[in-house]
């Protein structure tokens, strides 16, 4: 069993996943009080699933970008399970998992997610070999998303009314997917992480680290 934390904004999300099924998801938007709220959720999640903590065998945490605080929080739980647990724990960049649940084709997307400030994390990708293949990663204003769309591309994740009207006057090249399908589901998180695990790809709590977007940053090839 696999236990999936994603605290990288508000919107928080836990998953039980045992290779075959998502056996329990749960997903909340919180008021900054992840401390207080994470472990008694994590608690609650595995009591309703009819299982505890020593059944599970390895630990996924989303790493951002995201939050400052609520990055810490999760990744502070996460790994102080896996060392006292002695488990197996997988970092998973949100926006790849956010992007891993929409489906491929033919157009780029760009999965975005709240970074505080008005602005946007926003992650680029495109299909290859059906697959989302990241391309690069930058902070953006909504309008400064808007003007980098050119052509038609999909956009999921975190968006405010607002925003959506903004990036709906592009309507014939910004593709929104809807609020539903933009939600940031844990079970995808569980899913990426749970592969990575079957690879033998784990990392190190002591040197695992959020990823953290500063404006103006370069945008990675």
């Known amino acids: 069993m696999l236990l999936a934390l994603d605290t990288s904004t508000r919107t928080v999300g836990l998953a039980l996943y045992d290779g075959a099924q998502v056996v329990a ?70 926006l790849d998992f956010l992007a891993a649940g929409q489906p491929v084709g033919d157009y780029p997307l760009a999965a975005v997610l709240r970074a505080g400030r008005g602005r946007l994390a926003v992650g680029w990708y495109k299909a290859s070999k059906g697959t989302w293949q990241p391309t690069g990663m930058e902070l953006l204003t909504a309008a400064e998303l808007a003007q980098r769309i050119e052509s038609a591309t999909v956009i999921c994740g975190e968006l405010t009314e607002d925003e959506r009207r903004l990036l709906g006057r592009k309507r014939k090249i910004a593709l929104l997917a809807s609020p539903a399908a933009s939600l940031r589901r844990p079970g995808f998180l569980a899913e990426c992480a749970w592969r990575r695990w079957q690879t033998g790809k784990v990392d190190d709590p002591a040197t695992l680290a959020p990823i953290y977007l500063h404006h103006g940053d370069p945008i990675p090839e």
């Open 25 to 94: 998801e749960t997903i909340w938007t919180g008021t900054d009080f992840h401390t207080v709220e994470l472990a008694p959720a994590v608690s609650d999640t595995l009591k309703r699933s009819g299982t505890d903590i020593s059944k599970i065998q390895v630990l996924a945490v989303a790493t951002g970008p995201g939050s400052f605080t609520g990055l810490r929080i999760g990744m502070a739980l996460a790994k102080g399970l896996a060392l006292a647990r002695n488990l197996p724990l997988i970092g998973v960049p949100t």
